[in-house]
T-cell receptor, first 115, second 110 residues
Framework: DAGVIQSPRHEVTEMGQEVTLRCKPISGHNSLFWYRQTMMRGLELLIYFNNNVPIDDSGMPEDRFSAKMPNASFSTLKIQPSEPRDSAVYFC?????????????FGPGTRLTVT | DQQVKQNSPSLSVQEGRISILNCDYTNSMFDYFLWYKKYPAEGPTFLISISSIKDKNEDGRFTVFLNKSAKHLSLHIVPSQPGDSAVYFCAASPGNQFYFGTGTSLTVIP
């Protein structure tokens, strides 16, 4: 069975440009998470969806960030406009149940560089 | 403010010896804890978990210990192998989401 799929794996863009990260969760999982990894703060939860509905977006840094999950097999994280401080690795993860009870399966991540 | 802290950014251990990775947390409501392992250019993968009703959980070479009074979690790897070289994240949950530490990079020297 395929794991969590993320695309692109690497993204280099200029400040001010729009960036869209994509995620396909594991089939049958009903929770999806977007994380950002930085050296200073480790893995930070940005937003999580349960049954395609956003449950907690308190981790989204500011209005420049938005996330959607139009169906059970696809989610996007958009940054518009991007800034150099957004440079990080963004992970998508999915789990078969509630946010704090089941282990999460992570995708390979998207390394974003904003110049 | 970090609710889950891994104060050692890195650790080096000789092959065959024990590796001990530590994690401290501040929220007394945390009742479920996990360890993840991450190789370069890959996402974290689940390693082992423990709930607050236990103080130890063992899976092969990996054992997690929980000291609730000290709000401290540790992962023991015995014996350590070169393939264990990776970044290890601890995570804790009060039931609604997981909070992750900043990770400890383990190097097992052959």
């Amino acid at each position: 069975d395929a794991g969590v799929i993320q695309s692109p794996r690497h993204e280099v863009t200029e400040m001010g440009q729009e960036v869209t990260l994509r995620c396909k969760p594991i089939s049958g999982h009903n929770s999806l998470f977007w994380y950002r990894q930085t050296m200073m703060r480790g893995l930070e939860l940005l937003i999580y969806f349960n049954n395609n509905v956003p449950i907690d977006d308190s981790g989204m840094p500011e209005d420049r960030f938005s996330a959607k999950m139009p169906n059970a097999s696809f989610s996007t994280l958009k940054i518009q406009p991007s800034e150099p401080r957004d440079s990080a690795v963004y992970f998508c993860a999915s789990s078969r149940g509630g946010a704090g009870f089941y282990e999460q399966y992570f995708g390979p991540g998207t390394r974003l560089t904003v110049t | 403010d970090q609710q889950v802290k891994q104060n050692s950014p890195s650790l080096s251990v000789q092959e065959g010896r024990i590796s001990i990775l530590n994690c401290d947390y501040t929220n007394s409501m945390f009742d479920y804890f996990l360890w993840y392992k991450k190789y370069p250019a890959e996402g974290p993968t689940f390693l082992i978990s423990i709930s607050s009703i236990k103080d130890k959980n063992e899976d092969g070479r990996f054992t997690v210990f929980l000291n609730k009074s000290a709000k401290h979690l540790s992962l023991h790897i015995v014996p350590s192998q070169p393939g264990d070289s990776a970044v290890y994240f601890c995570a804790a949950s009060p039931g609604n989401q997981f909070y992750f530490g900043t990770g400890t990079s383990l190097t097992v020297i052959p």
